[in-house]
Every structure is written in C-alpha cells, then in structure tokens.
C-alpha cells in the first residue's frame, strides 16, 4: 500500500506570492491533517480535514487554508507569504477522525518551503 | 493553555549508551501519548501510550506512562548511530473535537 505522498518536496517563493501544497493520503484513509514544522517552534498542527469539511483548526492566520476533495486529497494554501512561513509542512493521514485513542497518523515526507 | 514540554532538546552520547527522553504535558481531557522518531523527513509512529504504568518494548526502545505526575519516558538503551533522529512526543486530547498537540522534540545524536 503506498503511504501519504506530497507534492512538491521542495519549493522556493518571494514575499507577497501565495502557495499550494498537495497531499495525498493513504488509500481507504479519510481523516488528512496539516503540521508546520520549524527548528524554533517545533511541529505545530495547521488543519484537519475529514470527509471534505474542516473538523479542527490551530492558531494560524487566516492566510492559512485548506480544502479537501471528494477522493480525500488536501490541498493547503499560503497566501501572501512572509519570511517566516518558511518551514517543513507536514501531511499526516488517518482512517478516521475522532476514532480510538491514537488512531496513527501516518506522516508524508514533507514540503520543504523557502520564503526569499 | 494546553501544552507538551520534551527535554532535553538535544542530546549527544556515545554509541553503546543509555538514554532517557522526557515528555511533560499539561492537557484536558487525555486520550493518549505518543512517540515519534523523525529522521530525515517523515515522522514514524514508534509507540502508543494510553494506560499508566504499563510499558511498551520494541527491541532497544521502551516507553512508559504515569499519567498521576503527567508525563512520559523514553528509553533507548545500547544505542546506535542509527537511533540518531529527533524524537517527537505528542498528546493526544479532547477539546471539542480530537486534537493532537506536539512537543518540541528532543534532537539525539550517536557518535561512534
């Protein structure tokens, strides 16, 4: 079975552009969540997304979104990005949401974004 | 505020050592403690903790919980330049809905 794949690995904008981020869970996985990750702040959770509708949020501005299709792939968008948006952002995906105390997430390899 | 707290934040030993990783938190409505090993970029699931007292093993690795004092061991014992990876320790809780809130990680290093 394959595991959770993200596209693309690594990515290279300016202030002011806005961004994409693709993720594609586990097949038969519904529940796909979001981290960003950065040496100073550690792995810090973004969004979850189950069954096309946002079940949880963190505390990211608004410039942070997400959506999440029929076949449960997410996507994440960064809009006019700052400096410090730089980071490894994470793609986890689970079989459900809400489900059994630690229902595993299973991790994608990551986006690495620089922000120049 | 709902919050994990790992230490140390870096670590460096020689292979062949002991090594213990703290994990602390502060959370409503507990469900579970989990650990995670992330080597280059993936975090992989190392274990599940739910119950206190109860330790878990696999192979060199083995982790317990007490969920009176609110924290979590994990141990590493006969290391290898291999175990070399951060290992994140995250808290799985209720507040709403199901949340999963992640500690800053702890960086271990193995020298030979």
């Known amino acids: 079975k394959a595991g959770v794949t993200q596209t693309p690995r690594y990515l290279i904008k300016t202030r002011g552009q806005q961004v994409t981020l693709s993720c594609s869970p586990i097949?038969?996985?519904?529940?796909v969540s979001w981290y960003q990750q950065t040496p100073g702040q550690g792995l810090q959770f973004l969004f979850e997304y189950f069954s096309e509708t946002q079940r949880n949020k963190g505390n990211f501005p608004g410039r942070f979104s997400g959506r999440q299709f029929s076949n449960s792939r997410s996507e994440m968008n960064v809009s006019t990005l700052e400096l410090g948006d730089s980071a490894l952002y994470l793609c986890?995906?689970?079989?459900?949401?809400?489900?059994?105390?630690?229902?595993?997430?299973?991790f994608g390899p990551g986006t690495r974004l620089l922000v120049l | 505020e709902d919050k994990v707290v790992q230490s140390p934040l870096s670590l460096v030993v020689h292979e062949g050592d002991t090594v213990t990783l703290n994990c602390s938190y502060e959370v409503t409505n507990f469900r579970s403690l989990l650990w995670y090993k992330q080597e280059k970029k993936a975090p992989t699931f190392l274990f599940m903790l739910?119950?206190?007292?109860i330790e878990k093993k696999s192979g060199r690795l083995s982790s317990i919980l007490d969920k009176k004092e609110l924290f979590s061991i994990l141990n590493i014992t006969a290391t290898q330049t291999g175990d070399s990876a951060i290992y994140l320790c995250?808290?799985?809780?209720?507040?709403?809905?199901?949340?999963?809130?992640f500690g800053q990680g702890t960086r271990l290093t193995i020298n030979p």
């Open positions: 097949s038969g996985h519904r529940s």
């Open positions: 995250a808290v799985e809780y209720v507040q709403g809905a199901q949340k999963l809130v």
């Open positions: 986890a995906s689970s079989l459900v949401a809400g489900g059994p105390p630690g229902e595993t997430q299973y």
């Open positions: 739910t119950s206190s007292g």
